[in-house]
């Protein structure tokens, strides 16, 4: 299987618990505490060593909370290339109430990476020989500068990698100028860089294909939730609906996804496999509780029964 490396610029811890009832000044039991590793990148590979392929991540942590991620992730036994920071990577906080069913997730914002840190970060990158997808995830925090998307472009261009990015808002936007192989919005996501206000399910292929001429990227996969997904590049378009299952978490849906796609690219799948696999990821983490994501069985079933 061809090399992935994935960039987390905001690595995070996430805890996860659930509740009885979600009441206001009351102190509240938690209980189903979990602490997993999380960030877009790092939950990426993360998924593709759960689905049986192989991915290096590479995130700065910092403090006792970096310590204690760099620990929860070599519990996974995932590949990494770590950066150290000097601010306390944050814990982001996700309650299921359990009388409503809501899922409420608190981000914390992120600290400030240092332009010491995040040119770490791409040195890091640069100093893995086989290279053939790079996977940027997550939000750019603070100290980051939207130019990286250039230097990042340019790293997988002396490799002769395809540079993948899941991102949003402007961060998204300017590394799409850069002419990145593939993004992943989600409907708002592709309104902003179509120029639209709102979109249907049936311009969302039109949509794409205009935002492909514009910037230069090669595909797109919009990101619809249980209405599943459209994959769109030059050439082709594919739909492809989400299986019905019940849905306990979204955490770590899209990442899911997102290692699924690039997890089907590595392995030479076609672009219609490609998406029905992402597709079959994204659902299977939906099943789990926390941040657990996909798992493989889920997905082997799920995948089975797509286009069928």
């Not at 997550?138 to 002396?158: T, W």
């Not at 030059?234 to 299986?243: K, R």
């Not at 799948?269 to 597709?279: M, R, Y």
């Amino acid at each position: 299987m061809s090399s992935i490396v994935t960039i987390t610029f905001s690595p995070c811890i996430d805890q996860s618990a659930s509740i009885a009832a979600l009441i206001p000044e009351k102190k509240l039991q938690c209980y189903a505490v979990k602490s997993e590793p999380g960030g877009g990148g790092i939950n990426v590979a993360r998924a593709i060593k759960k689905i049986g392929g192989y991915a290096t991540a590479i995130f700065p942590s910092g403090g006792y909370t970096g310590k204690h991620l760099n620990h929860l992730i070599e519990k996974e036994n995932v590949p990494t290339s770590i950066i150290e920071a000097s601010s306390e990577t944050r814990e982001n906080i996700i309650i299921f109430d359990e009388s409503s069913g809501y899922q409420y997730r608190f981000g914390m914002p992120p600290p400030e990476l240092s332009e010491h840190e995040w040119k770490k970060c791409l040195e890091a990158l640069d100093k893995i020989i086989d290279v053939k997808f790079i996977v940027v995830s997550g939000r750019l925090p603070p100290g980051v500068p939207f130019s990286v998307f250039g230097l990042l472009k340019k790293i997988a261009a002396r490799k002769n990698a395809k540079l993948i990015v899941d991102t949003s808002g402007d961060a998204l936007r300017e590394a799409v100028k850069q002419g990145v192989y593939l993004i992943k919005p989600n409907r708002a996501e592709l309104c902003a860089l179509a120029g639209l206000d709102s979109i249907e399910n049936i311009h969302i292929a039109d949509a794409a294909r205009s935002v492909i001429q514009k910037y230069g990227c090669e595909v797109i996969v919009v990101s619809l939730g249980k209405d599943g997904a459209v994959l769109v590049s030059n050439d082709e378009i594919h739909q492809t609906l989400a299986p019905d299952v019940k849905t306990i978490s979204t955490v770590g849906a899209g990442d899911s996804m997102v290692a699924g796609i690039v997890y089907s690219l590595a392995n030479g799948s076609d672009f219609k496999h490609i998406l029905q696999f992402g597709v079959a990821c994204g659902t299977a983490a939906t099943m789990n509780p926390g941040t657990e994501l996909c798992h493989a069985e889920d997905v082997d079933n799920l995948y089975s029964t797509i286009g069928k």
